[in-house]
Each structure stands twice: as structure tokens, then as C-alpha cells.
Nanobody, 135 residues
């Protein structure tokens, strides 16, 4: 059974940090690209970051939405079946439910950009973890 389980969400003050984890099961993370998405109340889901699969163990090109570039870092540890999203300098506008999703195979830059714009379908989705940013 394929599962993606997000964790690490919570309440943090503006300027604070959180690290989200996405643990996958039921498939080999080695062959999948992973995206992080978020959806705030009353807003559409948006892509946050994406990491491509690659032949190397834990490498893979990374991509970020402009709104988080320089503050968020995506990484993967295939042996642990886990993808991380390190979020620093959090802002109130980062508050949302964060989801991870998997897509089979590597992604090109153009595909990654379409993923972040929400124009590219993902194969599997997690149920999300809530991030709140407030003083």
C-alpha cells in the first residue's frame, strides 16, 4: 500500500524555523521525484518546492517557488524513504497545510516549473501537516 505521511508541522513565531518530513512507503523513493505543496484557507493549492529523482543516492536537482527561495531547503534521504523541507525565517503568509506528493521518474526543469505552478499531475499524495505562523 502506497503511503506518504507528512510530519513536523506546528505553531511557530514569525522568523522561526520548522523541518517537515515526508516518509514514503509502498514504493522505492529512489525512482520518484517529490514535491511539497501548501494550501492556506480560502486559497488554491500552490507548489512550494520539488526535488527530482536521480541516479545518485540522495542527490537530485531542486526547485523552489519564488516566495520561498532562499528560505526553504528541500532534501532527500532515500535509504530512510524520507524527504525533508527545512523552512527558515517563516512568515505569516507561509501558514498553510503542507502536502508532499510523488511523481515517478526524474523531472526536467520545465516539468518542475509546471509542478510548482500546479499544471502537472502527481502520482501519490499525503494527507498534509499544518503549519501555523503567528506571534
Amino acid at each position: 500500500q502506497v503511503q506518504l505521511v507528512e510530519s513536523g508541522g506546528g505553531l511557530v513565531q514569525p522568523g522561526g524555523s520548522l523541518r517537515l518530513s515526508c516518509v514514503v512507503s509502498g514504493f522505492s523513493l529512489d525512482y520518484y521525484s517529490i514535491g511539497w505543496f501548501r494550501q492556506a484557507p480560502g486559497k488554491e493549492r500552490e507548489g512550494v518546492s520539488c526535488i527530482s529523482s536521480s541516479d545518485s543516492s540522495n542527490d537530485g536537482p531542486t526547485y523552489y517557488a519564488d516566495s520561498v527561495n532562499g528560505r526553504f531547503t528541500i532534501s532527500r534521504h532515500n535509504a530512510k524513504n524520507t524527504v525533508y523541507l527545512q523552512m527558515n525565517n517563516l512568515k505569516p503568509e507561509d501558514a498553510a497545510v503542507y502536502y508532499c506528493a510523488a511523481l515517478w521518474g526524474p523531472v526536467t526543469t520545465a516539468q518542475a516549473m509546471n509542478i510548482l505552478l500546479g499544471y502537472y499531475g502527481m502520482d501519490y499524495w499525503g494527507k498534509g501537516t499544518l503549519v501555523s505562523v503567528s506571534s
